[in-house]
């Protein structure tokens, strides 16, 4: 399975933005799927998480500001992100990590899509 992450941009803080994951093959086996984010000069974080069953985990970061969602008959997995904050400033990817925490993840990491917040 391939995944493809878009819906970044650029915005100002305080604003929004939608992204998607588009996976090649069926998610609906998953029971993890995930949203992680790698800002500069920083590790990768594991940022939202969500089973198969709709149950979320958030990073205390955007707790209240961000909301994972997937749609298992379109393959996707999106994140709302409301709120936006300069320092969500990063790269962000999907994946699905095996046991549910940050790693180790099932699938090779795509590019990924950026987000960019100004102040």
């Known amino acids: 399975v391939q995944l493809q992450a878009s819906g970044g941009g650029l915005v100002q803080a305080g604003e929004s933005l939608r992204l998607s994951c588009a996976a090649s093959g069926s998610i609906s086996s998953i029971n993890y799927m995930a949203w992680y984010r790698q800002a500069p000069g920083k590790q990768r974080e594991l940022v939202a998480r969500?089973?198969?069953?709709?149950?979320?985990k958030y990073a205390d970061s955007v707790k209240g500001r961000f909301t994972i969602s997937r749609d298992n008959a379109k393959n996707t997995v999106y994140l709302q992100m409301n709120s936006l904050k300069p320092e969500d400033t990063a790269v962000y990817y999907c994946?699905?990590?095996?046991?549910?925490?940050?790693?180790?993840?099932?699938?090779?990491w795509g590019q990924g899509t950026q987000v960019t917040v100004s102040s």
């Open positions: 969500i089973t198969d069953g709709g149950s979320t």
């Open positions: 994946n699905a990590p095996t046991y549910g925490y940050s790693l180790p993840v099932r699938f090779s």
